[in-house]
């Protein structure tokens, strides 16, 4: 069954200093791999998304994240952090031949000036 | 692009009553949408699986005659609430997917709140 972990539930970043927030999953075949982003309060925004090509994917807001079939991880970065950058992310995974996503259990940005 | 959109934002009624809640998609033509309900810092779970013109498909435990969803067109679905009761009191997001994406795109949210 497919499934997918977000190891870390609250991370703590200074403002300006590097992120990755990380991801795992757990399917037989290429998974179409996703991040989301939610603010409190809020829908979930796309960040970005891999299907297939380039294994590492541009998305908004100066994120990027690398898709590692051998570690089956897709770990979000981003080089600097911004203040407005703290919200909860949320890894999640789908198939070529279902619409369904799983989502990871998220994790919770915070952010130091 | 990929706009969705959900009305109300947020809505507070009176145990018994039924709340009504609208997705549409805004720019595109959704193949599927999709509803969630999200509880304090937990993830989201999906409740029901909606295609334009078939009923719905719900996720186990999720009460069909409780949550009614209706899909009308291919750029609104419905979900309503039957008989609220405060147990139901939580954080409802659609999603609308599209067959040209393989992607699923979030609305705002709606929060239920029932005295």
């Known amino acids: 069954a497919q499934s997918v972990t977000q190891p870390d539930i609250h991370i703590t970043v200074s403002e300006g200093a590097s992120l990755e927030l990380r991801c795992n999953y757990s399917?037989?075949?290429?998974?179409?791999l996703f991040w989301y982003v939610q603010s409190p309060g809020q829908g979930l925004q796309l960040l970005l998304k891999?299907?297939?090509?380039?294994?590492l994917v541009q998305g908004i807001k100066g994120f990027e994240a690398e898709f590692k079939r051998s570690q089956s991880s897709f770990n979000l970065r981003k080089p600097s952090v911004h203040w407005s950058d703290a919200a909860e992310y949320f890894c999640a995974v789908g198939t070529f031949n279902t619409d369904k996503l799983i989502f990871g259990t998220g994790t919770r940005l915070q952010v130091f000036p | 692009g990929a706009v969705v959109s959900q009305h109300p934002s947020w809505v507070i009624c009176k145990s018994g009553t039924s709340v009504k809640i609208e997705c549409r998609s805004l720019?595109?033509?959704?193949?599927?949408m999709f509803w969630y309900r999200q509880f304090p810092k937990q993830s989201l779970m999906l409740m029901a699986t909606s295609n334009e013109g078939s009923k719905a498909t719900y996720e186990q435990g999720v009460e069909k005659d409780k949550f009614l969803i209706n899909h009308a067109s291919l750029t609104l679905s419905t979900l309503t609430v039957t008989s609220a009761h405060p147990e139901d009191s939580s954080f409802y997001i659609c999603s609308a997917w599209t067959s040209g994406t393989e992607t699923q795109y979030f609305g705002p949210g709606t929060r239920l709140l029932v005295l």
């Open positions: 720019d595109f033509q959704a193949t599927t």
């Open positions: 891999y299907f297939s090509g380039d294994t």
């Open positions: 399917y037989g075949a290429t998974p179409y």
